[in-house]
């Protein structure tokens, strides 16, 4: 499997990941409409993938964090000039930002939930 294959599988998982809840969650609004019984069922359905939704996005921006973190290292240490320095300078805040985000998101997800 070469490289390009990889990448295109995991943008399909990716966009399957924040697409999914979405889908299923339309499909319950329409058969709740429509007075149909497989609409609680449908929403039984939902939660698992808001579930993985919400995981897969908060290790997404740990990931992206630190990319953009470690790019915005690369471009300060990288002869660039003032603007490639300056750039680089902007992005490493945002990178450890988007960090943060992610593990809050993370962590959030992770703590135990009170049962209702």
Known sequence: MDV????GLLAYLLIGL???PLLVLGLYMLADRLGLRIAERLLDALLPLLTLQWLGGGLLNIVGGLAIGALGVWAVMHDGGLVGWGAGALLVPFGLWRTLRGVGVTRAFMAPQDPP
Do not use: C, E, R
């Open 18 to 20: 924040a697409v999914a």
């Open 4 to 7: 390009n294959t990889l990448v």
